[in-house]
């Protein structure tokens, strides 16, 4: 058994403060797919139950814009702003 830990994509989406219920991130991911690299190796996904884990790289799209993440923490709950903000570092600006 694996000690790295991990959440699922849609909870983590949701804590990380980029949709506003955990729903809109499930919706979104099945529906548009998100892209995670670890190890590495990129692939793209339309599962809301993925595992990610810190150190995984997603990119997804929101709008208009194209949002490049990594992972820093998987949180505990859904925070404030700043906590939500330290989950994750955003490695490219908006496209």
Same mark, same amino acid.
């Given at each position: 058994?694996?000690?790295?830990?991990?959440?699922?994509?849609?909870?983590?989406?949701?804590? &990380?403060?980029?949709?506003?219920? #955990?729903?809109?991130?499930?919706?979104?991911?099945?529906?548009?797919?998100?892209?995670?690299?670890?190890?590495?190796?990129?692939?793209?996904?339309?599962? &809301?139950?993925?595992?990610?884990?810190?150190?995984?790289?997603?990119?997804?799209?929101?709008?208009?814009?194209?949002?490049?993440?990594?992972?820093?923490?998987?949180?505990?709950? #859904?925070?404030? &702003?700043?906590?939500?903000? &330290?989950?994750? #570092?955003?490695?490219?600006?908006?496209?």
């Amino acid at each position: 058994m694996s000690e790295t830990a991990t959440v699922r994509l849609d909870i983590w989406l949701w804590r &990380a403060r980029f949709f506003k219920t #955990r729903g809109l991130a499930t919706d979104h991911v099945k529906r548009k797919g998100v892209r995670i690299s670890r190890g590495g190796q990129t692939r793209r996904s339309d599962k &809301a139950g993925l595992a990610i884990s810190v150190g995984d790289v997603v990119t997804f799209g929101r709008g208009e814009h194209i949002k490049t993440i990594q992972i820093m923490d998987l949180g505990e709950r #859904r925070g404030p &702003a700043e906590e939500a903000q &330290a989950l994750y #570092r955003l490695l490219e600006n908006d496209v």
